[in-house]
T-cell receptor, first 114, second 115 residues
Framework: DGGITQSPKYLFRKEGQNVTLSCEQN?????MYWYRQDPGQGLRLIYY???????QKGDIAEGYSVSREKKESFPLTVTSAQKNPTAFYLC?????????????FGNGTRLTVT | AQSVAQPEDQVNVAEGNPLTVKCTYS??????LFWYVQYPNRGLQFLLK??????LVKGSYGFEAEFNKSQTSFHLKKPSALVSDSALYFC?????????????FGTGTRLKVLA
């Protein structure tokens, strides 16, 4: 079955450490996204990529970095510069150029930084 | 700028009763609207999307959404609620400017269906 795989499901880190969240898709979608979810705030866009080797900052990119070396993969690094990294992180993909194409989501990674 | 609002943090409904989860939007041009559902510690699942010209859109699991252009609303509905419908629901809008691939989400509405 096609889908998006995020790993790990739970991640624990000490403050000051960088951490990388994995996102892999086999839907053959060109566009991929990273969202952060906090209680009562909905989803906020961190980074998105419309095509391999290209990505753009979203609304809350500070303290995060991404790469897009392969169509299937869009890893997110949460750096020590991110002030409040504890959150639920969601990766998604879609078909670009089709305005009513829905997002497909992975099952998320819950990051806890202490 | 595109935006979407979900005015209710929580909606409670008795099992078997009809349910409505509200969403209003603000976009320039044609609206591209979506509803998603999220169960605890899971990603969002697509329920339905607005199709231009259809004021009533049918989706997964018996859900439907009513589009009202004059009220700029896209409310999610179901004729008879199930306890298993209890979850977090998100409305989303996508920009229509060429090259814009961002989806804007509401803050979510928690639906609680009481047995």
């Amino acid at each position: 079955d096609g889908g998006i795989t995020q790993s790990p499901k739970y991640l624990f880190r000490k403050e000051g450490q960088n951490v990388t969240l994995s996102c892999e898709q086999n839907l053959n979608h060109d566009a991929m996204y990273w969202y952060r979810q906090d209680p009562g705030q909905g989803l906020r866009l961190i980074y998105y990529s419309q095509i391999v080797n290209d990505f753009q900052k979203g609304d809350i990119a500070e303290g995060y970095s991404v790469s897009r070396e392969k169509k299937e993969s869009f890893p997110l690094t949460v750096t020590s510069a991110q002030k409040n990294p504890t959150a639920f992180y969601l990766c998604a993909s879609s078909i670009p150029g089709s305005e009513n194409s829905p997002l497909h989501f992975g099952n998320g990674t819950r990051l806890t930084v202490t | 700028a595109q935006s979407v609002a979900q005015p209710e943090d929580q909606v409670n409904v008795a099992e078997g009763n009809p349910l409505t989860v509200k969403c209003t939007y603000s976009v320039s041009g044609n609206p591209y609207l979506f509803w998603y559902v999220q169960y605890p510690n899971r990603g969002l699942q697509f329920l339905l999307k607005y199709i231009t010209g259809d004021n009533l859109v049918k989706g997964s699991y018996g859900f439907e959404a009513e589009f009202n252009k004059s009220q700029t609303s896209f409310h999610l509905k179901k004729p008879s609620a199930l306890v298993s419908d209890s979850a977090l629901y998100f409305c989303a809008v996508r920009g229509t400017s060429s090259g814009t691939y961002k989806y804007i989400f509401g803050t979510g509405t928690r639906l609680k269906v009481l047995a």
